[in-house]
């Protein structure tokens, strides 16, 4: 089932009862069908996102090098956004530089109806 993370601003950080959830995220990501970071800047200032988005990247990256076999297909993981200047594409992409290339793909027109069929992986 997808995970939606809210923005750090519906979160305060240390004190927050939503942090062991966060937390509960990481463990066996690897697991994961896949990950999806729809209109997230993935901000310097946002320590939780930025942790949780890396650590299940990076394991998520390496059980598709690895070949893992699972009962649930494994697709690319996407980033979304609408980014149309080339400066912005190549900040968007250096700031999810954790993200392996040969995995990921970055689709930068926006979010709407036609990006679900591009995200979600088909059922069977």
């Known amino acids: 089932a997808p ?3 809210a923005p750090s601003t519906a979160k305060p950080l240390a004190r ?3 942090v062991p959830l966060w937390e509960g995220i990481m463990p066996m990501s690897y697991m994961r069908g896949s990950f999806a970071v729809i209109g997230c800047s993935l901000p310097t200032g946002d320590p939780y996102v930025r942790r949780v ?5 990076t394991e998520i990256g390496a059980s598709l090098d690895r070949g893992y076999e699972f009962p649930w297909p494994q697709t690319r993981m996407k980033v979304v956004d609408m980014r ?5 594409i190549y900040e968007l ?5 954790f993200m392996p290339s ?5 689709i930068l027109d926006g979010f709407g109806m036609d990006t679900l069929d591009q995200i979600l992986p088909r059922r069977p």
């Open 93 to 97: 992409r250096d700031r999810y530089r």
């Open 53 to 57: 988005a890396h650590h299940i990247a």
């Open 3 to 5: 995970i939606l993370m």
């Open 102 to 106: 040969t995995h990921t793909d970055f």
């Open 16 to 18: 927050s009862a939503l």
């Open 84 to 88: 149309t200047s080339r400066v912005a």
